[in-house]
């Protein structure tokens, strides 16, 4: 039922580059085909929304910041000089939630609890597609442990946040995560590892709803 | 484990040996402590377990697609950088990419029907028939049996007499100032709890109401002003006393005139003692008296000019009230010809069925001024509707048995469902 994917190496050996199907597109692009550039949208258009939305936590906010992010790398194109456009386009989208969230005076370190107190009107948690194989509790289990786990994402702080985004679920390695968010590779995995712990730590306010191996167990 | 050794061991550390980014000596050093440790390895196993939920975290669906269009592309001013060398050339519409995303509706419908396209469909349609037959017999029957309760009788050949009536209700309405005064309350009253109560409106002097009335009975009560207490009066010309079973309310539909007890109600199945005062030539027969344990409201006399209709707007419901309860007569209809909404509190076996004011005001024959006869009231026979008798067995049969069917093709049809999921 769920989907399983190995972790991400910690670090490529092998530099990123872009695949030859988008360096085709960013060349029409700059030849000012817009129909070039708009494949490259649809094709990450997916992981740039999700990024946004998990960072700004609102449909409206994300989509903004999406189509401004697009919009941006349009014009930037010609400054995309190598490497992995992936990585290139997702580096504006976050600067652009980054900037989103400063404007919204929320670009500070919030407090976990803060973050599970809000009522979150206008979140959208995403839901898989019903599984025509689970029952009903099944699902309603599902779905309940989803929300409680994108609770949590919310909760954690932007920078935190980010990286466990970019890392567990969009399988990015810390060497392309340092390089989206222009941070240094030990500032990516301590954030990492103290995202996942605070994650474990809020998950654990609700153990019925998790899996065996989560639940606390007697501890020496 | 001692203590010292599990400091070494961070959960910064645990988190890189999930990701591989951890040197050879680290990867011995955590899975040794993993090993002696339980506190590690939970740790650890509780952080593999959280990544692994982030792993299947579900996607965030598009609201939309973030295609560009040439109008978004034209208007940016391109201060600082570089732009396209070559001139923009306008794609038409339909070639630019566009990604349908489903609206949310869409998604619900799309996820509704993986539901029910699941599992074996013949069961499932089985299932869907079975319960539309159900349905239909459930409802076929609930009509049968509302159309088979229709009342007989001579109900509608009593002459529309409410006008006619008027002269009798003035005459009630006129009361002697001194029995007036007098304490309307018989022994029933005397016997219940004694709390003045007046209509809204009433023109009252204090003490002029000297009955408690129950609560679910002064509503009704305080509608019907006893134009006289111990005046004669046709107690409840409505009344039918050789009507059989009739049910009122607990306290009746207090009729007017001397029944102090507000008319004592047409209680065909409450004996209750002759309220005090007032001729007892003048009461109904006992049989349809209040029971001695049930006051009623006494209402001072309304003025003579609105006697008339209030006192014909009294005797309708009275005679509504007794031609009722093994009626079917849809209660909305009831409170619909009611003219006061107060009749609708009075006990539901009472109010329920009883066609109010148009045929109930025909009801009313011309107001005698003595002790009411047979001539003077048309006995209504009020016989129940034909059940269906025949037909009801086999139609409870026969919707017992699309229930069944139902259950029986919907459990079949969710196993088939459960079965392909395991199989």
């Known amino acids: ?220 | 484990m001692n203590f010292s050794d599990d400091r070494l061991i961070s959960d910064e550390l645990l988190s890189a040996y999930l990701d591989n980014a951890v040197t050879p000596q680290e990867r011995q050093l955590v899975e040794a402590a993993a090993a002696q440790s339980a506190d590690v390895a939970w740790r650890l196993e509780s952080l593999r377990q959280t990544v692994q939920l982030l792993h299947a975290l579900p996607e965030v669906p598009l609201p939309r697609s973030f295609a560009l269009r040439v109008e978004q592309v034209q208007e940016l001013p391109a201060a600082g950088t570089t732009p396209p060398t070559a001139t923009l050339v306008p794609a038409p519409r339909a070639s630019v990419h566009s990604v349908p995303q489903p609206s949310g509706w869409q998604r619900f419908l799309a996820g509704w029907h993986a539901f029910w396209d699941a599992g074996n469909l013949t069961l499932r349609n089985a299932a869907a028939v079975s319960l539309a037959l159900f349905l239909v017999l459930l409802i076929g029957g609930a009509v049968t049996n509302v159309g088979g309760m229709t009342p007989t009788g001579t109900m509608a050949t009593a002459p529309m007499s409410a006008p006619a009536a008027e002269p009798e209700i003035v005459a009630l309405a006129a009361p002697p100032s001194a029995e007036r005064a007098a304490p309307a309350v018989g022994p029933a009253a005397a016997d219940g709890e004694a709390a003045p109560l007046s209509p809204p409106g009433a023109d009252e002097t204090p003490g002029d109401a000297t009955a408690y009335v129950a609560p679910e009975q002064d509503a009704a009560m305080a509608r019907m002003a006893l134009p006289d207490i111990g005046a004669p009066a046709p107690v409840g010309p409505m009344a039918a006393p050789d009507v059989p079973g009739l049910l009122m309310a607990p306290g009746g539909l207090g009729m007017g005139g001397g029944a102090e007890m507000g008319g004592g109600g047409l209680g065909g199945d409450r004996a209750g003692g002759a309220p005090g005062g007032g001729d007892s030539s003048l009461l109904p027969p006992e049989a349809y008296m209040t029971s001695p344990d049930e006051a009623v409201i006494i209402e001072p006399s309304p003025s003579p000019g609105e006697a008339a209709p209030q006192a014909a707007a009294r005797m309708a419901d009275a005679a509504a009230d007794e031609i009722t309860m093994q009626e079917s007569v849809p209660a909305d209809a009831v409170e619909a010809a009611e003219p006061s909404p107060d009749v609708a509190k009075r006990d539901d076996s009472v109010v329920e069925g009883a066609p109010s004011t148009p045929a109930a005001v025909a009801l009313v024959p011309p107001a005698a001024t003595h002790q009411p006869t047979d001539a003077a009231y048309p006995a209504v026979q009020v016989e129940p509707g034909e059940p269906s008798a025949p037909g009801l067995p086999l139609l409870a049969i026969a919707q017992a048995g699309g229930a069944l069917l139902t259950v029986l093709f919907a459990s079949l049809w969710w196993r088939s469902r459960s079965r392909r999921t395991t199989g």
Not at chain 1, 11 to 19: E, G, H, L, R
Not at chain 1, 101 to 113: H, K, N, P
Not at chain 1, 131 to 149: A, H, N
């Open chain 1, 1 to 220: 039922m769920w989907s399983q994917r190995k972790p991400a190496p910690a670090a490529s050996s092998v530099p990123p580059s872009t695949p030859p199907d988008d360096q085709a597109a960013i060349a029409g692009a700059l030849r000012g085909d817009l129909n070039a550039f708009n494949d490259l949208v649809v094709k990450y258009q997916r992981l740039a929304y999700s990024v946004a939305y998990r960072m700004l936590q609102t449909e409206d906010a994300a989509a903004d910041a999406v189509q401004e992010s697009f919009i941006k790398a349009y014009r930037a194109l010609a400054s995309f000089k190598g490497g992995l456009f992936k990585s290139w386009l997702l580096r504006i989208v976050v600067n652009t939630c980054y900037d989103a969230l400063r404007a919204r005076g929320r670009y500070v370190t919030e407090g976990i609890e803060d973050e599970a107190n809000r009522d979150d009107e206008e979140g959208y948690v995403a839901h898989a597609l019903i599984d025509p194989g689970e029952s009903p509790q099944e699902y309603v289990e599902r779905m309940e442990l989803s929300d409680w786990l994108e609770l949590g994402i919310r909760a954690l702080p932007p920078d935190q946040r980010l990286v466990l985004l970019l890392c567990d679920v969009h399988g990015y390695a810390y060497d392309e995560i340092a390089e989206i968010m222009g941070d240094p590779m030990g500032t990516v995995k301590s954030r990492l590892s103290r995202a996942r712990t605070k994650l474990r730590d809020y998950l654990l306010q609700q153990p019925e709803l998790l899996p065996a191996g989560l639940r606390p167990k007697h501890r020496q």
